[in-house]
């Protein structure tokens, strides 16, 4: 994190997670568990989790009731980013997303590439605004469910993070 010159306070924020996968049960769907214990180690709070099936329907059914929802200002899915007929992650998002930020997929690669190389080429990790909430898609895998928060996300969700941050924007996300 870059110097904190104003000395912003922490402003904890809320959030959903959306586990998406056919065969992950609540007590084995790992990615999920790491990303709640994180949201939460790092002082935020978590509204809700869920688990869904690879169905573009049953996922943009879900985000859609985040979305709506006044308390929850991002989602982070972890699931479906891949390449295989089963991976509709990005094509569900493509649904309910009004602003892209293409910057948090290029990151996450990139931030992938040093780790596992040119397969980092196989996700398709997303991030856009709708309605005022963020999302994010992550891949399925512990590792990178764990690097997406450490490396990009916590710091993006703590407005003491300067030049900029995602909870400096809040307030403004509605604005027409």
Not at 21 to 49: C, F, K, M, Q, W
């Given at each position: 994190?870059?110097?904190?010159?104003?000395?912003?306070?922490?402003?904890p924020?809320t959030?959903?997670?959306?586990?998406?996968?056919?065969?992950?049960?609540?007590?084995?769907?790992?990615?999920?568990?790491?990303?709640?214990?994180?949201?939460?180690?790092a002082?935020?709070?978590?509204?809700?989790?869920?688990?869904?099936?690879?169905?573009?329907?049953?996922?943009?059914?879900?985000?859609?009731?985040?979305?709506?929802?006044?308390?929850?200002?991002?989602?982070?899915?972890?699931?479906?980013?891949?390449?295989?007929?089963?991976?509709?992650t990005?094509?569900?998002?493509?649904?309910?997303?009004?602003?892209?930020?293409?910057?948090?997929?290029?990151?996450?690669r990139?931030?992938?590439?040093?780790?596992?190389g040119?397969?980092?080429?196989?996700?398709?990790?997303?991030?856009?605004?709708?309605?005022?909430?963020?999302?994010?898609?992550?891949?399925?895998?512990?590792?990178?469910?764990?690097?997406?928060?450490?490396?990009?996300?916590?710091?993006?969700f703590?407005?003491?993070?300067?030049?900029?941050?995602?909870?400096?924007?809040?307030?403004?996300?509605?604005?027409?």
């Amino acid at each position: 994190m870059t110097e904190n010159p104003g000395g912003a306070a922490f402003t904890p924020c809320t959030f959903a997670i959306l586990t998406i996968s056919d065969t992950r049960t609540p007590e084995t769907d790992r990615s999920g568990t790491i990303l709640a214990e994180r949201v939460v180690a790092a002082g935020h709070h978590l509204n809700e989790r869920a688990i869904v099936k690879d169905t573009v329907s049953d996922i943009v059914e879900r985000l859609r009731v985040w979305i709506e929802h006044p308390e929850i200002d991002a989602v982070i899915a972890t699931g479906g980013t891949g390449l295989t007929a089963r991976d509709v992650t990005p094509e569900a998002f493509a649904q309910v997303i009004e602003k892209e930020i293409p910057g948090f997929g290029e990151l996450f690669r990139m931030l992938s590439y040093a780790k596992i190389g040119t397969s980092t080429i196989q996700s398709r990790a997303l991030g856009g605004i709708a309605n005022g909430t963020f999302l994010f898609a992550l891949p399925g895998s512990t590792g990178a469910v764990a690097d997406g928060w450490d490396l990009i996300l916590s710091q993006q969700f703590d407005r003491r993070h300067r030049p900029c941050n995602f909870v400096d924007l809040m307030p403004r996300l509605k604005d027409v």
